[in-house]
């Protein structure tokens, strides 16, 4: 459901690319369109206010592949929580484009849930399954989208998407790294996983956008502009 999430505020956020479309029976103007990327943000926002902690669906195996580091990890049950105080810093349109893009900044979101992990890191094996936990100080997400028209119907093209971290404090219990005890792994980790994904940015979010495209297209699939519209406002006003 993160995905539709996303989804929901990514086409509300670019719909105002189509306003000058010609479409039978639709009449829409910039106004129109900037409320209904706020309303989608804070439909988001009392989603996950209403449901913290918010359960994440699940995304299957993952392998993260570094200089010294080579391991795979299956995240499941994953909650997210304090994040409904997120602020929607940008939400801009380029209608010749029929592109757009949004930036969120969440200051302090929360997340939890269980691991399974196999590999190696820094000469070390690493393995285990247990329990996690992550406190994100600032994490700012930003996007860029290209709408296209397929058979009468509107689709993400491409999603591009960015973020930076001020910080982040691990916990697991059930991990193991070659050689450390389990106070050693929790330092070690805080030292160095931040700056592995840091590092990393460009495959993280190539996964996590081919996954809210697969999902936002299938949620609109074969809608027209009109469709779409009514769509993202029943969505928000459920």
Excluded at 145 to 154: A, E
């Amino acid at each position: 459901m993160k995905f539709a999430l996303f989804a929901v505020l990514a086409f509300a956020a670019v719909a105002n690319s189509f306003v000058l479309l010609p479409e039978e029976g639709l009449q829409l103007d910039g106004n129109v369109i900037d409320n209904l990327v706020k309303e989608a943000a804070e439909f988001i926002r009392k989603l996950l206010k209403q449901n913290e902690p918010y359960a994440l669906p699940e995304v299957g195996e993952q392998t993260i592949v570094d200089t010294d580091v080579n391991i795979k990890v299956t995240l499941t049950g994953v909650k997210i929580s304090k994040a409904d105080d997120f602020d929607l810093k940008d939400a801009e349109s380029n209608l010749p484009n029929l592109s757009a893009k949004f930036e969120l900044v969440a200051p302090s979101p929360h997340l939890e849930g269980n691991f399974q992990i196999s590999g190696t890191a820094f000469t070390k094996t690493v393995s285990g399954s247990g329990t996690f936990s992550v406190d994100l100080t600032n994490m700012d997400q930003r996007g860029n989208v290209q709408l296209g028209l397929k058979d009468h119907g509107v689709l993400i093209q491409s999603l591009d998407l960015d973020y930076d971290l001020n910080g982040a404090k691990f916990a697991f219990t059930g991990l193991n790294i070659e050689g450390m005890t389990e106070e050693q792994v929790n330092d070690f980790m805080n030292k160095q996983l931040l700056n592995t994904l840091n590092q990393n940015k460009a495959e993280v979010c190539k996964k996590v956008a081919a996954q809210i495209v697969e999902k936002g297209n299938a949620l609109v699939a074969g809608k027209s502009l009109k469709e779409l519209i009514e769509w993202l406002k029943n969505v928000i006003h459920q």
